[in-house]
């Protein structure tokens, strides 16, 4: 037969020492201060207890990745797509999401630059630099042997969408003169190419 005790302070008998609510085994429930599926029970600085959701930030919620092995090339000077994106759909407004993209480049003729960014949709990651973008590859040495060569570029960015609606995250380039060889060497060799791979990364911001 359940009883129900009604008093505005329990204490031990000598007022120190331990108070033992229920014994072992025993189920102990606690109504007040509004329960809820996983909150964790906390208190103040004087002792008043409430039921919190606990802190999860930081942790991994989904992780996404996309691939490409097409090697692309372009002459402009304003950036462009590459083959190299990927989608996904944040769960809530207040997380992060963590763009990791890997891939192959080629050589620019000597003295240009090819030059990488990361876009959200239609928005640039990167506006920080006169370039507009993460990664500058330029070449300044003779010229003749870099035609069959490539570099590994990497770039990384924890970006703040602020959305639940589908984004689409991507590797764009462009070349301040000559050309630009994404995931190809500058002779466009089917050999030269690689496997360009892109990571998002949902983290918990609450």
């Known amino acids: 037969m359940a009883s129900i005790l009604k008093a505005d302070t329990v204490q031990t008998q000598s007022g120190s020492g331990t108070f033992n609510l229920g014994a072992s085994g025993d189920t102990v429930k606690i109504a007040g201060g509004s329960p809820g599926a996983d909150k964790v029970l906390t208190s103040d600085a004087s002792g008043n207890a409430t039921w919190v959701a606990p802190a999860g930030g930081g942790k991994i919620l989904q992780v996404i990745q996309g691939f490409s092995v097409a090697g692309d090339t372009t002459t402009s000077t304003s950036f462009v797509t590459t083959p190299l994106t990927a989608d996904i759909t944040p769960v809530s407004t207040s997380n992060k999401i963590l763009v990791s993209a890997t891939f192959y480049s080629g050589y620019p003729v000597q003295n240009y ?81 690689g496997t360009a791979v892109i990571i998002l990364q949902e983290v918990d911001g609450t």
């Open 113 to 193: 630059s090819c030059i990488y960014t990361l876009y959200r949709d239609s928005t640039n990651l990167d506006e920080s630099s006169g370039m507009g973008g993460f990664i500058n590859a330029g070449n300044s040495s003779a010229d003749a042997h870099y035609l069959y060569q490539g570099k590994t570029v990497a770039m990384q960015f924890l970006d703040d969408p602020s959305s639940t609606s589908a984004i689409t995250y991507g590797v764009f380039f462009k070349a301040n003169g000559g050309g630009a060889y994404f995931n190809v060497n500058r002779n466009d060799d089917a050999g030269a190419k």
